[in-house]
């Protein structure tokens, strides 16, 4: 690592003064609400502020992390050693054209680019408006709901790379599975997506929204902190089932529990850690296998360094 002064003087030549904060907590900065400080995080508001501080890191050894809405991310309890670069609100820019294909940018909420469609009288994104976080999580792992997933409206996607690179991948080249996508296998960050809708009757579209956030609201703990379904769908099974079928509801750790409402959700309940959300999965984890042989995988991300054991 370079001299940190300078790191920081050749930041600020990038950026302004109020697009950088220095031992940021992360806790701010999740849905979880947890988390210990970033040495720094960015807040760019172009691809091309995003490239350049990207080039920044790289020529200083300075690890990076780029993040959206940190709606599906726990931070560790020591932070993390190294640069966030935020991609929200400074950065989700949505244009509709007349051949109803939409352009927005990574930042941008899933609820807020869920609404614009609608106000634009397009179908085909309604599953989307209760997927929290940012559009930019939800392309890199295929975020789906209530039969909708980001794969069926993606024409492509401008993503970076840890190099710096920047470059447009189709969605046949995204790789688009379950959970899944190349950007997750490659590392690779997305910049902006372009997709493609058809016509509809716009009461309709704002109809179904309404029925599917009530349906969330009815089966899932949104007044709760979590980071959305904790654990991936196992082939054959439904996590949440598997946790209740445990005997795991309400289940807790320190200040981190499973939900009583659905058993797929970990919840922040009483000022939980990092290292108490992370020894709840683990047990969780360990005794769905015990019981019924089946290994649950968390969809949850891990950021920074978890002394677990």
Not at 50 to 60: A, N, W, Y
Not at 71 to 99: A, C, M, P, R, W
Not at 167 to 188: F, H, V
Request: glycine share 10%.
């Amino acid at each position: 690592m370079k001299d940190l002064d300078l790191f920081l003087k050749e930041l600020k030549n990038i950026l302004a003064d109020e697009q950088i904060r220095q031992k940021e907590s992360m806790s701010k900065h999740t849905s979880l609400q947890i988390g210990g400080a970033a040495d720094y995080m960015v807040l760019p508001s172009t691809i091309d502020e995003i490239k350049q501080v990207v080039l920044l890191c790289k020529s200083h050894n300075m690890p990076f992390y780029i993040m959206g809405n940190g709606s599906n991310l726990l931070v560790s309890d020591l932070g993390y050693q190294g640069l966030i670069i935020k991609l929200s609100g400074g950065f989700s820019d949505i244009e509709v054209t007349e051949d109803y294909i939409v352009r927005a940018q990574a930042g941008v909420l899933m609820s807020k680019l869920s609404n614009v469609i609608a106000r634009h009288e397009l179908t085909g994104f309604e599953f989307g408006a209760g997927i929290p976080g940012t559009l930019g999580g939800a392309v890199t792992m295929n975020a789906g709901a209530y039969g909708g997933e980001i794969k069926q409206v993606l024409l492509t996607a401008t993503v970076i790379d840890r190099d710096g690179e920047i470059y447009t991948l189709d969605n046949e080249a995204l790789q688009l599975g379950y959970r899944s996508s190349i950007l997750q296998k490659k590392d690779l960050c997305l910049l902006e997506a372009t997709m493609k809708f058809s016509k509809g009757n716009k009461q309709e579209i704002l109809d179904k929204i309404h029925e599917l956030n009530s349906l969330r609201q009815e089966k899932q703990p949104l007044d709760k902190h979590s980071a959305g379904s904790t654990f991936k769908r196992p082939e054959g099974y439904f996590a949440g089932k598997l946790i209740s079928d445990a005997g795991l509801k309400g289940y807790q750790v320190g200040g981190a529990a499973v939900s009583d409402k659905h058993c797929g959700f970990l919840i922040n309940k009483e000022n939980a850690t990092a290292k108490d959300f992370m020894t709840l999965i683990k047990e969780v984890i360990r005794i769905v296998d015990e019981k019924f042989g089946v290994i649950l995988e968390p969809e949850v991300k891990f950021l920074g360094t978890f002394d677990i054991d």
